[in-house]
């Protein structure tokens, strides 16, 4: 069956980094289009940056030049790089998967991870 688990998490100081993984199973990776979505406290989910299945990217404004997300298909894997952490990059973090393409609207994914947290303070 579909499986995305997300790693990585943590608390980290304004400034700092982390680097999340989702692992996956269970479904042909390599043609889906991968995301990443956040949902901080009292808000909804929104997309963070999307991989489609050619390699192309797409990022929030607000994690433009400090995020960079990327695929190894050779084993399953989607990686969100992020630096220069600011308290309000604080939240959960989701990875999601959808055939092909999709935008950084969160319905337009298949499957979903259990999310982990991301703490900067």
């Known amino acids: 069956h579909v499986q995305l688990v997300e790693s990585g998490g943590g608390s980290v100081q304004a400034g700092g980094s982390l680097t999340l993984s989702c692992t996956t199973s269970?479904?042909?990776?390599?043609?889906?289009?991968m995301g990443w979505f956040r949902r901080a406290p009292g808000e909804s989910r929104k997309g963070v940056a999307t991989?489609?299945?050619?390699?192309?990217?797409d990022y929030a404004d607000s994690v433009k030049g400090r995020f960079t997300i990327s695929r190894d298909n050779a084993v399953n894997t989607l990686y969100l790089q992020m630096s220069s952490l600011k308290p309000e990059d604080t939240a959960i973090y989701y990875c999601?998967?959808?055939?092909?393409?999709?935008?950084?609207?969160?319905?337009?994914?298949?499957?979903w991870g259990q999310g982990t947290q991301v703490t900067v303070s």
């Open positions: 269970g479904f042909t990776y390599s043609g889906y289009c």
């Open positions: 999601a998967a959808v055939w092909k393409s999709g935008t950084r609207f969160p319905f337009d994914y298949w499957y």
């Open positions: 991989i489609d299945n050619n390699g192309a990217t």
